[in-house]
């Protein structure tokens, strides 16, 4: 899985699928965040998102924010679709505004 730049519309995702599995419990595995996103009724893209990430377990959910956020990326005036792991079909125009 590429990382995402750190910009808006990654924060926008970010925050969004946050809301889903917000009530994990770390260590957890990708099976569990997406067992809670499911149980949640998150959204196609946010279930997307999850399907994305390897199998494995995440210690904390700043380990799983590492994994898919470059945070050594500079916000860029670019159209983040251009370099997104999840291309620009995913996500709805307003996670780019």
Do not use: C, W
């Amino acid at each position: 899985m590429n990382r995402l730049r750190n910009d808006p519309a990654t924060n926008r995702l970010l925050n969004e699928v946050t809301e889903y599995i917000a009530e994990v419990e770390y260590p957890a595995h990708t099976g569990e965040l997406l067992d809670a996103a499911r149980k949640a009724d998150a959204p196609a893209r946010v279930m997307e998102v999850l399907k994305l990430l390897p199998q494995r377990t995440f210690q904390t959910y700043d380990d799983l924010v590492a994994l898919v956020v470059d945070a050594e990326g500079q916000e860029t005036a670019e159209d983040p679709r251009e370099h997104s792991a999840l291309g620009s079909g995913l996500l709805p125009e307003e996670f780019y505004q």
